[in-house]
């Protein structure tokens, strides 16, 4: 689903944000990528989403080749993706069920496809008793569950979530990492980014390391 091939990414400030990084996260797997700031998982989303494209190296998802693709076509590779942020990103004037349907609008689905699909992936997160609420009226986890379920409910074959726990205490947070390993024990793939290693020891599994912009280890904790 993701590999990288020795990848490097220059800013055009000098910085070298990776080095000649390669890995490979395999369709339905779910792996966690560790670091402290400034280590690299930043700039890794961003090729994952092509915001930006690497130095040297080939970066691929779900067998396109990000680093290649023109403009007009990098859409059809965020399709491929559900995106969750740390701070959630939901839209303050619109209710729940309007937050999580809003990808499908932009992305011309049907109001059948929105009218099944938002319903389902809210009860999924354990949210559909809350689809009229606004986002003020959520408690942070809450929130973060809309935000989980506005990344399915296109049915993205990679979850990335970043930091998705930044802002939640630590019972919430294992809840929404929970919540995560049930998407992929479903057959989505997810890649996690946090620095909470603490988590990562907790939950154990594939976990990334990256210092410095290169990778420090790839291995299966337990």
């Not at 986890?141 to 506005?150: F, H, K, N, S, T």
């Not at 802002?167 to 620095?195: F, Y």
Request: positive net charge.
């Amino acid at each position: 689903m993701v590999e990288l091939r020795n990848v490097s990414v220059r800013y055009s400030n000098g910085v070298d944000a990776l080095k000649n990084v390669s890995l490979t996260i395999n369709q339905g797997e779910f792996a966690f990528v560790v670091g402290e700031s400034g280590a690299g998982k930043s700039t890794l989303i961003k090729l994952l989403i092509r915001e930006i494209a690497p130095s040297s190296g080939k970066v691929f998802v779900g067998g396109m080749d990000v680093g290649r693709l023109k403009r007009d076509k990098i859409w059809k590779l965020r399709q491929k993706i559900g995106y969750v942020f740390q701070d959630f990103k939901l839209i303050d004037s619109l209710n729940v069920f309007d937050n999580v349907a809003f990808v499908p609008r932009c992305t011309d689905k049907s109001n059948k496809y929105m009218r099944n699909r938002v319903p389902y992936v809210l009860q999924l997160v354990g949210l559909k008793d809350k689809i009229k609420c606004m986002p003020r009226e959520l408690s942070g986890g809450e929130q973060q569950r809309v935000a989980l379920a506005r990344a399915l409910v296109c049915d993205p074959a990679l979850i990335i979530a970043d930091e998705p726990t930044g802002n939640l205490d630590p019972k919430t947070s294992m809840e929404i990492i929970e919540l995560l390993q049930a998407v992929n024990e479903c057959g989505t793939t997810v890649m996690m980014v946090t620095h909470e290693h603490e988590f990562v020891r907790a939950f154990g599994g594939r976990t990334i390391s990256l210092s410095d912009g290169e990778k420090l280890f790839d291995e299966i904790i337990k």
